[in-house]
Nanobody, 119 residues
Framework: QVQLVESGGGLVQPGGSLRLSCAAS????????MAWYRQAPGKQRELVAT???????DYVDSVKGRFTISRDNTLKMVYLQMNNLKPEDTAVYYC?????????????WGQGTQVTVSS
């Protein structure tokens, strides 16, 4: 079955960095669009960054210039490098895989990893 397993979250001071990783299995990874979402307490889940199967990455405005999404199709991994972290980046971060096969679409989620930015 499809599994997405996130890691790399933790507690970091403002201005610090973290690198999130997402290991995928059971999925046509090279054909999947990968993304990172986050959900802060009391807020809706929001899209943070996307990287399609072939194409350019995109980011929500609030993280542009600070976060970088990347993928390794050989290892079936997707990463989110987060620099200059701010308290408002505090959230549970989720890895998402989206795949289209013919007329059918599939979306898979990881369990999430907590990122806390605080002094």
């Amino acid at each position: 079955q499809v599994q997405l397993v996130e890691s790399g979250g933790g507690l970091v001071q403002p201005g610090g960095s973290l690198r999130l990783s997402c290991a995928a299995s059971g999925i046509l990874f090279s054909r999947s669009a990968m993304a990172w979402y986050r959900q802060a307490p009391g807020k809706q889940r929001e899209l943070v960054a996307t990287i399609p199967a072939g194409g350019s990455a995109d980011y929500v405005d609030s993280v542009k210039g600070r976060f970088t999404i990347s993928r390794d199709n050989t290892l079936k991994m997707v990463y989110l490098q987060m620099n200059n972290l701010k308290p408002e980046d505090t959230a549970v971060y989720y890895c998402n895989a989206a795949l289209w096969l013919g007329s059918r679409s599939y979306s898979y989620w990881g369990q999430g990893t907590q990122v806390t930015v605080s002094s």
